[in-house]
């Protein structure tokens, strides 16, 4: 592919991480994260910190790899990837919790599975979507919906790393940009 100059320059457009299902997603386990330890831990319990923390960790590094994307391909890539691990901790947590206090982690086997599969594939969701679960007296089923939203997360991300891969070997990084940009002023000059 015989990439042009741009004559608007050689960073490409980024950001726009609120467009990311995976950045709607994220703001939606945290919100629920929020809830959830604010409503199931004494507010002294360290766990609220960590829980809330890698809530966080999840959203922010989807936002901070979004805003870097222009000028480092690589750390897109990297705090995409952060962003997954921090879930994946948050994920524990929530496993934690309910095999702690002896409550059912979900399979596909329950009875709610199908309802809470179907509910997780809601086109355009918001926290509303899913706010009955979350907000549910029963903590175990606050807890599975939180797993639901967090493996479904979890899935995106890794997709999304796929293609920021591919992207990345058909179109290169910021340097291979600016080399073609002083290849093609040169050639524009002479």
Wanted: glycine share 6%; proline share 3%; charged share 30%.
């Amino acid at each position: 592919m015989d990439k042009q100059y741009n004559p608007e320059g050689f960073i490409p457009k980024h950001g726009g991480y609120k467009s990311l299902i995976t950045y709607q997603k994220a703001e939606i386990i945290y919100d629920g994260t929020y809830y959830f330890c604010k409503k199931y831990f004494q507010h002294y319990d360290r766990t609220i910190d960590q829980m809330v923390q890698a809530a966080r960790s999840g959203k922010q590094n989807i936002v901070e790899g979004s805003m870097a994307s222009g000028t480092s391909k690589e750390m897109e890539i990297k705090l995409t990837n952060v962003a997954r691990a921090s879930l994946e901790e948050l994920l524990t947590d929530y496993k934690d919790f309910l095999r702690t206090r002896k409550l059912k982690i979900w399979d596909k086997k329950h009875a709610y599975y199908p309802h809470l599969t179907k509910l997780l594939t809601t086109p355009d969701a918001t926290y509303a979507t899913y706010q009955k679960g979350i907000e549910n007296p029963d903590p175990e089923v606050s807890a599975n919906v939180m797993i639901g939203l967090i493996n479904l997360n979890s899935f995106l991300l890794a997709k999304q790393i796929k293609t920021l891969e591919e992207d990345f070997l058909q179109e290169g990084g910021l340097r291979e940009r600016m080399s073609q940009a002083r290849i093609e002023i040169r050639r524009k000059q002479n």
